[in-house]
């Protein structure tokens, strides 16, 4: 028998998640079916821009196989969809309707809705629907001057203000003035996986159930019940595999209401599975903005004052997030710098283009690469080192905890701990950087275009308030862990069990965890924001020390043993005192707590506990992003040589599991920054509507990335001291890139503009560095 | 709709009869009319290579193929990778290196990288890179992949 106990947090263990993903068990959106089910086909408007005449369905209802038809007309009694927190008066006018009324906004908008027997005759049918409409001038530009959405509305939903300090009185006495205008560009999360929504009504009991859910399902279930009017025990959301998320995937879209809606029309299961085309019109797009920002700074370059004003591309509406992503923008982009005086505001406007929210990094991408643009930019326009610039401006350790009068989800922004230019200085040197600057440095006097860049960003993670679990030991001695979390690919599961099975003393792979079903757990809050960790790990962490103790306590009375003299190890309590001794397994302990047992005693039955964790205020994980670059003069291409990622965690539960989120995080911000982009025509028309178009990095454009954990400042703000790890891998991406690629072109702030596409590059080689007209 | 054709597929040495339009694709076929939904669909393009299988040993966009055309071949899908209980060592490697998260892409990477590593077992490092190209992963960036693939090529040499 095990007399040492194991531990299983901090250990790079084998993911639970994965024998059935490799043998092909999983069980994806797609793979769900029930009996008698129709299948949904949508028809999407043409149009960027239309008022609708009419739309005509007759033909597609009198095709074979075709069950209904709806336009908006059949649905009056479905409202427009809800944010998720709930009312939000000032924005409700611009929340999409789950099939287009009167007008239609952008291309890809629901306008009708086919229901068939088979996938291939609603698709059949689709087809033959005809929509009769005439156009009206179209908005592609958040920077441009805002239009009408609906008379007496314009396209300007909201003008976001935060900051602090009198930030014109120092801009007006300020020495030097550094002003940029920046440009991050329209991209999103594309997972593999498209959505897909399977939802049924059992009229016997009254229930309806939504399959294909993630993220964030018991959200969801709370927004459907409030949409339906139904109470919460009649609406249940089911998460299987569940294909990537990265914010995009989850939120709450037409489709999901029209599967439901029909589904308790029909009294028949009803099935919609996206296309790869649909999806890039018609799940949530992310990032666009233009930053104007300046920075008053002292001779030494340290920061007065930032004053930003950007223009944040929304899209055609406001979904799920509301306002979200532009007010975290505001919040986050001072980001490690101690900046005096600030002041962020965003115009959250609508375009004629697909509705924006969040997606991995939601925020700290565009600030990121906005804040070191900015900072490169100061260091070049003074003369001074652009290392020696950020370490003269960095949040030092011994401001932490540091508080800032703005807000970040809903939360004031507190750093909670760290030591930022310690970080820095230890990366540079773990990776030489004197030595990478004169190896480029070589290689540029040899005539080939190379260069390094970095970035500095603080990130948020751990979203509370709050997050409940409960563990169960079976008499079989397995212990099931319950939580209100999500999977999305993260390794949830073994993070989860990994967690429990430390603070009980099983081994992590007897413990079975359940996620994203609301019919086992009242609340959850899912996984998002970097918060699962955080957040459900926490409670995990105090349900599974409730029963801990409450075996012991058991154990104490059966084994006539002190509670200090015994422990659990490997499912099995054990006197410390005598390693050899007796010892009772937990399934013997979880018998003896059946509620028929004498044995209970005045105890509450059953070997199980709730475990409840609470956080004031997020936590912020921290790092630096350094990257190498190559370009092709020629053809303007970059070839990412080299990335290093160094990253404050606080504490790793899982180091291989964070490491893989790093390196993922990173791919997809090399997408955001040389790849990646959602481009229209002046009419509206999407043109990036396939793969071939709309290029995600390949293993060929993506490199091996390092990355240096480090443990150093755990987090204050929860008992195992962790930092979430979902997305710093995105977050300095665009910063880093573009700053090694001015570095190897030689033209200090040239890039102004993600994606830097060949043809952005090369028009900048042919203008010397100068912004070329757009 | 069009007239239903009957076809048999042979799917991991296992035969299916089923009547399918000609329009109908290998992949919906394999999934929704075989019940074999480890094959997943991910562009129907062509790009992503999410539902590639093995074909007479060739790796094959299932996606861009009708049902018709693969009657009587001799169809490989990741349900039939492993040895009864006993993985394929891809299989293995790609559990051991982390080299999946969501798992979606999963299976194409699997049939691509053993079609490949089949029919040529020595192929280089560099080769192997230009064929683990032509498929799309969203989460793990890549680098875990290209491990447990090399991995098992290096074994497959040793041997």
């Not at chain 1, 908005?139 to 009408?148: I, K, M, N, S």
């Not at chain 1, 965003?346 to 070191?372: D, I, M």
């Not at chain 1, 030689?746 to 596409?757: C, D, I, K, N, S």
């Amino acid at each position: 028998m095990a007399t040492e106990k194991t531990t299983w947090i901090g250990r790079s263990v084998p993911r639970l998640e994965d024998p059935p993903l490799v043998t092909g068990r999983g069980r994806f959106a797609a793979d769900i079916n029930f009996p008698g089910q129709l299948h949904m086909r949508v028809v999407r408007s043409n149009h960027a821009h239309a008022k609708i005449l009419s739309i005509d369905i007759a033909a597609a209802r009198a095709m074979p196989g075709v069950y209904a038809a709806w336009t908006a007309a059949d649905i009056p009694e479905v409202s427009p969809i809800d944010f998720r927190e709930g009312r939000i008066e000032k924005l409700e006018p611009y929340r999409q309707p789950v099939l287009a009324k009167g007008r239609v906004r952008y291309v890809g908008e629901p306008v009708a809705v086919i229901f068939a027997e088979d996938a291939y005759a609603a698709e059949d049918a689709a087809e033959a629907v005809t929509v009769d409409v005439e156009e009206l001038p179209v908005l592609l530009g958040a920077d441009e001057p805002p239009g009408e959405f609906e008379p007496g509305r314009t396209t300007e939903v909201a003008v976001l203000v935060q900051g602090y300090g009198d930030v014109d009185a120092v801009f007006r006495t300020a020495s030097k003035v550094v002003a940029l205008d920046l440009v991050v560009g329209r991209h999103s999360g594309v997972p593999l996986e498209t959505r897909g929504a399977i939802a049924r009504y059992d009229a016997s009991r009254d229930m309806l159930e939504l399959h294909g859910a993630a993220k964030v399902p018991h959200r969801n279930r709370e927004s459907l019940a409030r949409m339906f009017g139904r109470s919460l025990a009649s609406v249940h959301l089911f998460e299987w595999h569940v294909g990537g998320g990265f914010g995009i995937r989850g939120e709450i879209y037409p489709e999901d209401i029209l599967v439901c809606v029909a589904a308790m029309r029909f009294n028949r299961p009803v099935k919609w599975i996206e296309d790869r085309q649909e999806h890039l019109v018609a799940a949530n797009h992310s990032r666009q903005q233009r930053h104007k920002v300046r920075a008053a700074v002292d001779a030494e370059g340290r920061l007065l004052a930032l004053d930003d004003t950007f223009f944040h591309d929304q899209g055609a509406y406001v979904r799920t997030h509301a306002t979200r992503v532009p007010m975290m923008t505001c919040g986050i982009l001072p980001g490690p710098y101690r900046v005096p005086a600030y002041r962020a505001t965003g115009h959250v406007r609508l375009t004629n283009k697909t509705p924006a929210a969040t997606y991995r990094s939601p925020g700290r991408f565009e600030t990121t690469f906005v804040r070191e643009r900015l900072m490169d930019a100061i260091a070049h326009e003074l003369g001074i080192d652009r290392i020696e610039l950020r370490r003269r401006n960095a949040v030092r350790k011994e401001d932490m905890p540091y508080a800032l009068p703005l807000v970040v989800l809903g939360d004031e922004v507190e750093y909670d701990s760290g030591d930022y230019v310690g970080l820095l200085d230890k990366l540079l040197a773990h990776v030489g950087w004197d030595k990478l600057q004169a190896d480029a440095k070589r290689r540029r006097d040899a005539g080939e275009a190379v260069g390094v860049g970095l970035s500095m960003f603080v990130e948020k993670s751990g979203l509370g308030p709050t997050d409940g679990t409960r563990v169960t030991v079976d008499t079989t001695g397995a212990v099931e862990l319950v939580t209100g979390g999500a999977s999305l690919g993260q390794g949830f599961e073994t993070v989860m069990a990994q967690i429990c099975a430390d603070s009980l003393g099983v081994d992590y792979q007897r413990v079975r965890v359940v996620h994203g079903r609301t019919d086992r757990i009242e609340h959850g809050i899912g996984a998002h924001a970097s918060r699962a960790t955080v957040m459900t790990g926490s409670a995990t962490q105090v349900a599974a020390l409730k029963v801990r103790e409450k075996a012991l306590d058991v154990a104490a009375e059966l084994m006539q043993a002190p509670v200090d003299k015994l422990d659990i190890i490997d499912g099995r309590v054990v006197r410390t005192d005598r390693p050899s001794g007796p010892s009772i397994g937990l399934g013997e302990i979880a018998a003896g707590l059946w509620p028929t047992r004498k044995t209970v005693g005045g105890r509450e039955p059953g070997l199980s506990a709730e475990g409840w964790f609470h956080s004031e205020h997020q936590t912020y994980p921290y790092g630096v992003h350094i990257a190498v670059v190559k370009v092709d003069r020629e053809t303007g291409g970059v070839t990412v040589e080299r990335y290093i990622v160094g990253y404050d965690i606080g504490r790793a539960i899982n180091p291989m599991l964070v490491e893989g989120q790093i390196v993922g995080g990173f791919a997809q911000g090399l997408g955001g920054a040389i790849l990646e982009e959602f481009v229209y025509d002046e009419r509206g028309q999407p043109l990036s509507v396939t793969f071939a178009d709309y290029l995600l990095p390949t293993v060929r454009e993506t490199p091996p990335v390092e990355v240096v954990l480090y443990e150093d400042y755990r987090s204050t703000r929860n008992p195992l001291g962790i930092k979430g790890a979902g997305e710093a891998g995105v977050t300095g991406v665009g910063g880093a890139i573009a700053s090694a690629i001015d570095d190897a072109i030689g033209m200090p702030g040239a890039v102004t503009r993600l994606p830097v596409t060949p043809q952005r590059l090369k028009a900048l080689l042919a203008n010397g560095g100068r912004r070329p007209a757009t | 709709m069009t007239d239903k054709v009957e076809i048999s597929l042979k799917i991991n040495g296992r035969e299916h009869r089923v009547a399918v339009e000609p329009r109908r694709t290998l992949v919906d076929v394999i999934r929704e009319d075989c019940g074999q939904t480890g094959t997943h669909i991910g562009c129907e393009h062509g790009v992503c290579g999410a539902c590639t299988v093995s074909i007479d040993g060739e790796p094959v966009r299932s996606c861009l193929m009708f049902a018709v055309q693969a009657a009587g071949r001799d169809i490989r899908t990741v349900e039939g990778l492993a040895n009864g209980n006993d993985l394929h060592p891809l299989q293995k490697a790609f559990m051991e290196h982390h080299a999946l998260q969501c798992g979606f892409c999963t299976p194409g990477f699997l049939m691509l990288a053993s079609s490949v590593l089949e029919r040529e077992p020595n192929i280089s490092d560099e080769d192997l890179l230009d064929v683990l190209s032509s498929n799309l992963c969203r989460c793990t960036g890549y680098a875990n992949i290209v491990k447990a693939v090399r991995a098992v090529a290096a074994q497959m040499r040793s041997r």
